[in-house]
């Protein structure tokens, strides 16, 4: 087991340092290709009719001078043992992870990130607990009473949950219960160590949007594994001995159908920690996505790097969890 | 899709008893009561009565900077009225009134020498900081000399180190042992800036933010923008980058000494990164006071508001001190003739122009003038019928095509911003209209970060990619003619690369009295009849075809006292606001 993680581990830091090449590749080598220089990229960063001598100041002190391994070599060298800035007075120290200096408010991107990440780790964990639970559950239920009214109602509304896109609900959620019927009014960010209460208030709507989408899809495949599971002949077996119906369904059938569903939760949620965009977007609230929307508009790199590398190590650490649970659960992993 | 039919159908009825039907028409405020438009002429529900409340700012996106020496946009620089004080500032009073220079921090407006090569101002004495430290004349110098250094502070205006000497000086930051010798400070409430050249304009650069003092020990550079030391009537509580701005009182401002401001409110909060289409919901249903960008509100709003004769009570259309419009090149054939530049002035429909723009509440009123009305000089004329022929002149452009020898019309290059989806409207009007005389346009867009660096502010591109038309707008640094028409039409700010007298218009007359409005002899009354000149020689020329006034759909929030349209940044006067 321990050399299952160790091997997990060592393939998750290269998938990192792989990600980082490709965006820093991206951002930084395409401009270039383009037959964009530092000048013209420079010209970018410094306010409207700046002189020849400012841009070239911004060159010089954005690092786009340089030659672009140097550049991601810096970029390197400040995750793992920080990196020095010069904020005018004075020269300031920027510990390790440090992902540079944004080159629009010129101020350090990590700290940027760890503000945003509250925000999307309060929206992603609550509305992964609903959808979970709430998907699970209706999957369960549907499978069990196949064809029943409940069955066919609760699959045409899971169809409708996949169907229509998260800044329609989201919208369509925010008209009725924000400002027709003021049921969660003046929906904004409120951390929860400064109200809790309002902090759960204010994300009702983004969790029930959100889990709304995803709940239906883990409904429809809770059901489908739950109808080919129920169908085994173990599942005869354990009936046959005598087991109760509850324990028959959770501990037998459930079991085996949350195996493809682990899988799939670990993904969502790796990919919604490093920043659900749409909804923070419609709900306005200042976390990772849209911290990463507002990186790619103002086009700086830095912060584009940074908030990539971090969805990357989430959903490298999410699918690592993922494996590791899996081994836990089937012996046989552990040894492939 | 049933759902929001009923949204629909729900939200056209609003709040109010009205839904549908005609809008009201705009009637001044009687003794400050809500109307529509009420705000552009009147005080709406004036008020100097402090109240505990906190005063609610939201905005679509960040700040370019909150640091007052390092920002560039209009509400910036309203906003930052409430912490930092300039040397000069705009009289806090509706309408064209507003346009008026006041002092801020200075005792009075700046003496100008017999040479105009200095001007010298004297600072209220017994003012403080918001951390109870005396202002003194040092802390305005250091505050315009920490500008120097664009690679800290990259974003505000270089108007100082173009007008002031020591061209090489790089600021405290490179150079902390170095002086700007261009500006002294003989005592400690007396600072004189010695220029290189006359400028009579100099009292409308002291009322940039940029001469907002800065204590030097306070100084963080890059970092002051999360803490900037107040001068105004409040200071900042915290500020966290992305989310929040919070501003609570400044004990220590003087109320007395800073006439143009108020105290009415307890905090002030600016939430940012908010969506614009929320931002406006939440203003409509009173969550929200102050749409902080104040360019007005989205087509969603527009729609509710002007459909519902009780929430048109509470907006204005304000006049958004910018113009929209039109360059005509004349350095590209066959627009080198002035017949075949007027013949477009004429073709345009300028409805459909300012129906791209988003119509008369949300884009403007048609304009004719390349100055803004109520600027010192600006008298309406319409020398190619945009306001008596809105939709297009077609005989007068067929005229004055067959005069410039192209009577079945040319082919040209159309310049514009493609990430900018009014301005591929505005093109595609204009494609339109032209090609009913002849002319035949072919659309160029181009990324708006580069537009002026690259393309269109490239007089060598112009040429030799036929952009004989490109769009363009202004808006003024300040309300006079030097900062609506220099950069545009003056001959000798023709540059290689961000221009922005992209007419390439060189005309002598026009050169002569921009240096005649620059003399310090000339009196405040004949630089506004230069500058009045020029707009008619511009317009004569057919180098600059206006679309419109700029203007935006403005709401009030139900709460707010003491709203008004603020002329000098075309939204509401930020400095004033209270709330009952």
Not at chain 1, 321 to 332: E, H, K, T
Not at chain 2, 135 to 147: H, P, Q
Request: charged residues 15%.
């Amino acid at each position: 087991m321990i050399t299952f993680i160790i091997r997990r581990l060592l393939t998750a830091i290269f998938l990192l340092i792989v990600v980082s090449m490709i965006t820093f590749g991206i951002f930084f080598l395409i401009p270039r290709l383009a037959g964009q220089n530092a000048y013209e990229l420079a010209t970018q960063y410094v306010g409207r009719n700046p002189t020849r001598a400012a841009i070239l100041q911004m060159e010089a002190k954005l690092g786009l001078n340089e030659s672009l391994p140097v550049q991601y070599w810096h970029f390197l060298s400040g995750i793992v043992a920080g990196a020095h800035y010069n904020d005018g007075p004075s020269v300031t120290y920027c510990p390790p992870p440090c992902f540079g200096y944004s080159f629009r408010s010129q101020q350090p991107v990590w700290p940027q990130m760890v503000s945003a990440m509250p925000v999307t780790v309060s929206l992603a964990i609550g509305a992964a607990i609903l959808w979970l639970l709430g998907g699970v559950a209706i999957g369960v239920l549907s499978a069990l009473r196949r064809g029943s009214i409940f069955d066919r109602f609760s699959m045409a509304v899971a169809l409708a949950g996949v169907s229509l896109p998260i800044f329609f609900t989201g919208l369509i959620s925010l008209e009725l219960f924000s400002y027709k019927w003021p049921i969660f009014p003046n929906v904004q960010w409120v951390p929860i160590t400064s109200n809790p209460a309002l902090w759960a208030r204010n994300l009702v709507l983004p969790w029930v949007t959100l889990a709304f989408l995803y709940a239906a899809l883990y409904a429809r495949l809770t059901r489908a594994g739950m109808l080919e599971t129920m169908n085994e002949d173990y599942i005869r077996t354990a009936r046959a001995k005598g087991l109760r119906e509850r324990t028959v369904v959770v501990r037998h059938g459930l079991r085996a159908a949350l195996t493809p569903i682990l899988t799939i939760f670990g993904m969502d949620l790796g990919l919604l920690l490093g920043g659900a965009v749409l909804t923070e977007s419609t709900f306005s609230l200042p976390g990772l996505g849209q911290f990463t929307i507002l990186a790619i508009q103002n086009q700086d790199f830095p912060e584009i790097m940074g908030v990539v590398l971090l969805a990357a190590f989430f959903i490298v650490v999410a699918n690592m969890l993922v494996d590791i649970l899996y081994a836990v659960v089937d012996p046989r992993v552990r040894t492939a | 899709m049933l759902a929001v039919l009923a949204l629909a159908a729900c939200s056209s009825s609003s709040t109010g008893t009205g839904g549908g039907g005609s809008s009201p028409s705009s009637s001044a405020a009687a003794g400050g009561a809500a109307a529509f438009n009420a705000g552009n002429t009147g005080v709406v529900n004036p008020s100097s009565t402090k109240t505990d409340a906190t005063l609610n700012y939201a905005m679509s996106s960040t700040p370019d900077s909150l640091d007052p020496g390092n920002t560039y946009y209009a509400w910036t620089w309203n906003f930052s009225r409430l912490y930092a004080t300039p040397l000069m500032t705009y009289k806090s009073c509706p309408g064209a009134c507003g346009n008026t220079l006041v002092p801020g921090l200075a005792t009075a407006p700046g003496t100008q020498s017999a040479d105009g090569l200095t001007w010298t101002y004297h600072i209220k004495s017994g003012l403080k900081f918001s951390d109870g430290e005396p202002i003194t004349s040092a802390d305005v110098k250091y505050a315009i000399e920490r500008t120097y250094d664009r690679s800290v502070l990259e974003n505000g205006p270089n108007y100082f180190q173009t007008l002031l000497g020591d061209p090489k000086y790089p600021g405290p930051y490179k150079d902390p042992k170095g002086d700007l010798t261009s500006i002294t400070t003989p005592d400690a409430t007396t600072i004189v800036f010695h220029l290189v050249s006359p400028f009579p304009d100099f009292n409308y650069v002291a009322a940039i933010p940029q001469t907002a003092p800065v204590p030097q020990d306070k100084d963080t550079g890059a970092n002051y923008q999360l803490d900037p030391v107040s001068s105004g009537p409040y200071m900042f509580q915290s500020y966290t980058l992305n989310k929040e701005a919070v501003l609570v009182d400044n004990p220590n401002w003087v109320p007395t000494e800073d006439p143009q401001a108020e105290q009415l409110v307890s905090k002030i909060t600016l939430t940012l990164n908010v969506n614009a289409d929320d931002i406006d919901n939440r203003l409509l249903a009173g969550d929200l006071d102050v749409d902080a960008a104040g360019t007005g509100v989205q087509a969603a709003a527009r729609a509710k508001i002007l459909s519902s004769p009780t929430l048109m009570k509470s907006a204005d259309v304000a006049p958004g001190n910018r113009l929209w419009f039109v360059y005509l090149n004349t350095k590209v054939a066959p627009l080198t003739n002035l017949a075949c530049r007027q013949a477009i002035e004429y073709a345009a429909n300028k409805t459909d122009l300012q129906t791209a723009l988003g119509g008369p509440y949300a884009g403007g009123s048609i304009a004719s003038t390349t100055l803004l009305p109520g600027m010192p000089g600006y008298t309406s004329f319409d020398d190619y019928k945009a306001l008596s022929q809105p939709t297009g002149d077609i005989t007068d452009a067929k005229a004055a095509l067959a005069k410039c020898g192209q009577p079945n019309g040319f082919t040209v290059g159309v310049a514009y911003r493609s990430d900018r989806p009014k301005e591929v409207a505005e093109a595609q009007a204009l494609q339109a209209a032209l090609a009913k005389v002849g002319i035949t346009t072919q659309l160029h867009g181009y990324p708006s970060g580069s537009y002026y660096s690259d393309f269109a502010g490239s007089p060598n591109y112009v040429h030799t990619h036929d952009l004989g038309i490109d769009f363009g707008g202004w808006s003024p640094d300040w309300p006079d003619g030097y900062g609506m028409l220099d950069e545009l039409v003056n001959g000798n700010t023709i540059v290689p690369a961000g221009n922005t007298n992209i007419s390439e218009e060189n005309n002598p007359q026009i050169n002569a009295l921009f240096t005649d409005a620059a003399k310090p002899t000339t009196s405040p009354a004949q630089q506004a009849a230069d500058y009045g000149q020029i707009d008619k020689l511009v317009m004569g020329d057919a180098v600059i075809l206006p679309e419109v006034y700029g203007k935006g759909l403005l709401y009030r929030g139900s709460d707010l006292t003491n709203v008004y349209a603020y002329a000098p940044f075309g939204m509401y006067n930020y400095a004033v606001l209270g709330k009952s």
